[in-house]
């Protein structure tokens, strides 16, 4: 069975901070997908990545950076130098190959940054 | 740039009426999904379409729920009584194919049952 921990339901930083979402996943299958997405207040999921389970390589695009640990089950979120736009609830998800796409969602993080 | 369409954005109905929302995917993504999104939670997925067959429909509470996606393009999900604990978000997204590509979600319908 598939499952998504997102240990911090909330977060709270001051705008320019770095911020990491933590992200743990439980499959037994070796192929998997794993993906990150916003939740802005007005209720769209945007989609941020995904990463297959057999890249392990560290991704960065702009001030987002991803750190994708097998060994300990992780897939962890980082914004550098956070601004108030940023402001949203961020979900991570698992989709196993033998689940057929289905997407599991973590419980999400709600980050806040004020100015 | 392509998006998911939903309608309508928010519904408001007594208990034990009817209810359906509506979808309309990116052009050309094969596969659509329904999710519900209850206030503080992840989406939880409700049925999976690829084309017009029900991929999986396990989650889907089948005495009220039922879905729809006649010709393989939009999507009808309906609730048939509504009940208080359906008051959530319903959220529908595609896909290009089946095989984990990234979804793209549409505006999603909040719902609330009174």
């Known amino acids: 069975a598939q499952k998504v921990t997102q240990a911090q339901t909330e977060i709270s930083v001051v705008e320019k901070e770095d911020v990491t979402l933590d992200c743990v996943y439980e499959?037994?299958?070796?192929?998997?997908?794993l993906f990150w997405y916003k939740q802005p207040p007005s209720g769209e999921l945007v989609f941020l990545i995904r990463r297959n389970s057999f890249d392990e390589q560290n991704e960065i695009s702009g001030r987002y950076s991803w750190n994708f640990q097998k060994s300990t089950s992780s897939f962890n979120f980082t914004i550098t130098a956070s601004q108030v736009v940023d402001s949203a609830v961020y979900f991570c998800a698992l989709s196993d190959y033998n689940a057929g796409n289905m997407l599991t969602f973590g419980g999400g993080t709600r980050l806040m940054v004020k100015p | 740039e392509a998006e998911v369409a939903q309608s309508p954005r928010y519904k408001i109905t007594e208990k034990s009426q009817a209810v359906a929302f509506w979808c309309d995917p990116i052009?050309?993504?094969?596969?659509l999904y329904w999710y519900r999104q209850i206030l503080g939670q992840g989406p939880e997925l409700l049925v999976q379409?690829?084309?017009?067959?029900?991929?999986?429909d396990s989650q889907l509470p089948k005495d009220r729920f039922s879905a729809e996606r006649l010709k393989g393009v939009d999507s009808t999900l309906k609730i048939q009584p509504a009940e208080l604990g359906d008051s959530a978000m319903y959220l529908c997204a595609s896909s290009l194919t089946g095989d984990s590509y990234e979804q793209y979600f549409g505006p999603g319908t909040r719902l609330t049952v009174t």
């Open positions: 379409f690829q084309d017009e067959s029900v991929v999986d």
């Open positions: 499959t037994r299958d070796t192929t998997y997908y």
């Open positions: 052009s050309g993504h094969a596969t």
